[in-house]
Nanobody, 126 residues
Framework: QVQLVESGGGLVQAGGSLRLSCAVS??????????AGWFRQAPVKEREFVAA????????YYSDSVKGRFTISRDNAKDTVYLQMNSLQPEDTAVYYC?????????????????WGQGTQVTVSS
């Protein structure tokens, strides 16, 4: 059974940075075969796409709201996906979820991912 564990969330002031990690275990085959994404959900809002990375790591995709501030990356040797978040703003406050899918395509929609972590809270104070 595929398990994902996020870490790195916390409380930060506006303009600050955080780095989220997502450790993946229990997958069949190589982690290289999995596309990965980060999503977030703020209170009373729907879950929204943040960033995604292809199985090779060569393709990255971002929502317009985080483009230029966030960077997604992966270390296939460590079965881990990262989200570096810079210039954080109060509107970035949300629970951040990591998701993976064994596919050559890289999804930007939540329904395209079968495996999810439990989420990590990110709170940005003004």
């Amino acid at each position: 059974q595929v398990q994902l564990v996020e870490s790195g969330g916390g409380l930060v002031q506006a303009g600050g940075s955080l780095r989220l990690s997502c450790a993946v275990s229990g997958h069949t085959g190589l982690f290289d075969d999995y596309a990965a994404g980060w999503f977030r959900q703020a209170p009373v809002k729907e879950r929204e796409f943040v960033a995604a990375i292809s199985w090779t790591g060569s393709g990255t995709y971002y929502s317009d709201s985080v483009k230029g501030r966030f960077t997604i990356s992966r270390d296939n040797a460590k079965d881990t996906v990262y989200l570096q978040m810079n210039s954080l703003q109060p509107e970035d406050t949300a629970v951040y979820y990591c998701a993976v899918q064994p596919t050559l395509a890289t999804g930007t929609e939540a329904y395209e991912y079968d495996y999810w972590g439990q989420g990590t809270q990110v709170t940005v104070s003004s």
